[in-house]
């Protein structure tokens, strides 16, 4: 369970603990996007969970760069904002860093109020992206959700490393649920319908395909079973291929296997999304 360190900001903390099994060494490699590359430089790490804030720019962008791959935005804009709303978002970092070290953000995993964004054009630019990805049948709805609804809509990030250990990002949907409904009391920024969910996905190799599958053409499918869970009260999915990436699902993988990378969108109905918080916590601490 996750509680926030507060020396780096004036945000309350969460009533969670996180338990020991959770800050305990982990070996992480150095790569966030989840490639296929096998050889990274691999560390022990022991985490600790934040409030976002200025300090964690560089490497909230950077964990960002990787999960809107494809889409026309202003990452950097995008990052400050998510850290200058901070009541519901956590950064995982890195304990006992010494003065002087590097100190990356290996996730953040943050929920924001479109309304919360200052700069219209700026945010109608990632609309507009989006609205480009999307399947010709989904266009209005989702440009409603977009622009008519947009106060009603928040943008779900639960971005970080590859092989983050999974009980931490179950953690962080425990927190982001808790810090939402705590917030909902407080600001009506945050009383919203819709979450809009990015998460990464992939396509399998050709082998492992089935004839059939082969014939109905490609089908993605998520990288994590956190998103497995939402796309099944997901009122909207759509999906882009990312060139030249390739990815493996969030399990034990062959080292020679080849996926290709795409990015995916999910509309959850925000009282479907609390109601699978739980789910999604079971199946993440038990795989």
């Known amino acids: 369970m996750i509680t926030h360190n507060n020396e780096s900001s004036t945000s309350s903390s969460s009533d969670e603990e996180m338990t020991s099994s959770e800050t305990e060494a982990a070996q992480m490699d150095s790569n966030p996007s989840g490639g296929g590359e096998h050889d990274a430089e691999m ?26 791959q494809g889409l026309c935005l202003d990452v950097g804009h995008f990052s400050q904002t998510l850290i200058d709303n901070y009541k519901v978002g956590t950064v995982i970092k890195g304990a006992d860093i010494e ?18 964004f200052k700069d219209s054009k700026k945010l109608g630019q990632l609309s507009t992206s989006l609205l480009s990805k999307c399947e010709p049948d989904d266009v209005d709805d989702i440009n409603k959700i977009l622009t008519t609804d947009a106060s009603n809509s928040a943008f779900l990030i639960n971005a970080k490393f590859s092989n983050l250990p999974l009980q931490i990002s179950a953690q962080l949907y425990k927190a982001l649920k808790m810090e939402l409904i705590t917030e909902r009391k407080e600001n009506s ?30 089908s993605v499918q998520y990288q994590s079973s956190d998103l497995d869970i939402l796309s099944e009260v997901a009122t909207h999915t759509f999906s882009w291929k990312i060139p030249d990436e390739t990815l493996a699902p969030v399990t034990t993988v062959p080292s020679d296997e080849v996926w290709q990378g795409y990015r995916s969108v999910l509309v959850v109905p925000v009282n479907l999304f609390l109601n699978c918080v739980d789910k999604i916590v079971d199946v993440l601490c038990s795989d």
């Open 43 to 68: 560390t022990q790490i022991e985490f600790e969970a934040y409030p976002p804030a200025d300090e964690d720019w560089a490497g909230v962008r950077a964990l960002l760069d990787s999960w809107f």
């Open 99 to 116: 003065d002087g070290e590097d100190d990356p953000v290996f996730a953040v995993a943050s929920l924001l109020p479109l309304s919360l």
């Open 189 to 218: 920024a945050y009383n919203i319908k819709n979450v809009i969910v990015f998460g990464k996905s992939y396509v399998e190799p050709e082998k492992h395909k089935s004839k059939k599958t082969k014939l109905s053409g490609p």
